[in-house]
């Protein structure tokens, strides 16, 4: 069965400190994968999306950028977090080339003070 | 521009009651819904999903229903239990579109 996995699941980090927040998947080959972020007591927001390996399409401008390194994993960094930064971190995955489930991992909870 | 929204930010019932959670959708090219339950400090879950051809489609106590003529969309579950509080998410896509588009979420508070 198909698995997914993020890390860390919480972390606390000072305003303009560098981000790495890692996402893998197991049981699965050539997964869609896509990062989201949910502001408290919010709908989530997509913020990138992957179709393969070193393929990111960016839905919004902002302060973060997304890599896939490897076919089942998915970062999520910053150079400079802000304070608007802070929020749970989503990563999904799915399959297929038209809308299909996503599936959804624990998430990451950052904090920027 | 597209948006998905739901009419109701917080819904309270009874233990064993049937619940309805609505949703509306704005872009009349969506093809695919779907729902998410979300417990505290969880990832979302998904519960079911319908696509534009149907009307109806039901699962283990729940059951989605999709009109399109009104853009609406509503998750019905039966005998609701305390495991079922939570906050409920609709989302939508369309072909061509790979991601989903979320609403804002509706909270279920079941009473015993």
């Known amino acids: 069965s198909q698995t997914i996995h993020q890390w860390p699941a919480t972390l606390v980090q000072p305003v303009g400190s560098p981000l790495s927040l890692e996402c893998t998947v197991e049981?699965?080959?050539?997964?869609?994968l896509y990062w989201y972020r949910q502001a408290a007591g919010r709908g989530l927001q997509l913020l990138f999306y992957s179709v393969g390996i070193g393929q990111i399409s960016s839905e919004v401008p902002q302060n973060l950028s997304a890599s896939r390194p490897q076919d089942r994993q998915f970062i999520l960094s910053s150079k400079k977090l802000l304070l608007s930064d802070s929020g749970f971190y989503l990563c999904?995955?799915?399959?297929?080339?038209?809308?299909?489930?996503?599936?959804f991992g624990p998430g990451t909870r950052l904090l920027v003070l | 521009g597209e948006s998905v929204g739901l009419h109701l930010p917080t819904l309270s019932v009874q233990e064993g009651d049937n619940s309805i959670i609505n949703c509306a959708y704005s872009?009349?090219?969506?093809?695919?819904f779907i729902w998410y339950k979300q417990e505290s400090g969880k990832g979302p879950q998904f519960i079911i999903d319908?696509?534009?051809?149907?009307d109806k489609r039901q699962g283990q106590r729940v059951t989605v229903l999709l009109n399109k003529t009104v853009k609406h969309l509503s998750l019905q579950i039966a005998a609701t239990q305390p495991g079922d509080s939570a906050v409920y998410f609709c989302?939508?896509?369309?072909?061509?579109?790979?991601?989903?588009?979320f609403g804002s979420g509706t909270r279920l508070q079941v009473q015993p």
């Open positions: 999904a995955w799915s399959l297929g080339t038209v809308q299909e489930t996503q599936y």
């Open positions: 319908i696509r534009s051809n149907m």
């Open positions: 872009n009349s090219a969506s093809d695919y």
């Open positions: 989302a939508e896509s369309h072909t061509g579109r790979r991601a989903l588009t």
């Open positions: 049981g699965t080959s050539n997964p869609n």
